[in-house]
């Protein structure tokens, strides 16, 4: 876990760069394939993101800063209302669209600004020394 831990930043850093290419190139050539890449990427960023700041929030190696817990509370709200989405569209459960369309606007106005603080806190994490310099 540790190992994870210390590689933490050049994870997300890699997987933002390659999210980012992926939408411009698929601006570019408009594949079909890349939209899927986009949404595969789009969830496989979100998942290691709130795992390993989870992670490091139930360690007490790494302090519980505002930030943290604020990025800990907004992005367990996502989790918590996308999997309830899930499960509503799943046994075919109506939702009042005025209550639906303001959690969807909420995960597109908070997702990017989850994806910007998870990588600033792992960049505070590794400067403050609790990860290990790159080998």
């Known amino acids: 876990m540790k190992t994870l831990l210390t590689y933490d930043l050049r994870i ?18 408009h594949k079909e394939f890349l939209y899927i890449s986009i949404f595969v990427e789009f969830f496989l960023i979100a998942f290691i993101q709130y795992s390993l700041n989870m992670i490091k929030f139930l360690s007490k190696e790494y302090s519980k800063k505002d930030s943290r817990k604020l990025y800990i509370l907004v992005s367990t709200y996502v989790v918590v209302t996308f999997l ?12 009042h669209y005025g209550f639906l369309e303001w959690i969807l606007v909420s995960w597109i106005v908070l997702s990017p600004v989850l994806m ?3 990588l600033v806190i792992s960049f505070y994490d590794k400067e403050n020394g609790k990860i290990a310099d790159y080998a």
Do not use: H, N, P, R
Request: hydrophobic share 65%.
């Open 12 to 29: 997300q850093q890699t997987l933002l760069i390659l999210f980012l290419a992926t939408i411009i190139a698929t601006a570019v050539m």
């Open 84 to 95: 309830i989405f899930i499960i509503c569209w799943y046994i075919e459960i109506d939702f």
């Open 116 to 118: 910007i603080q998870s």
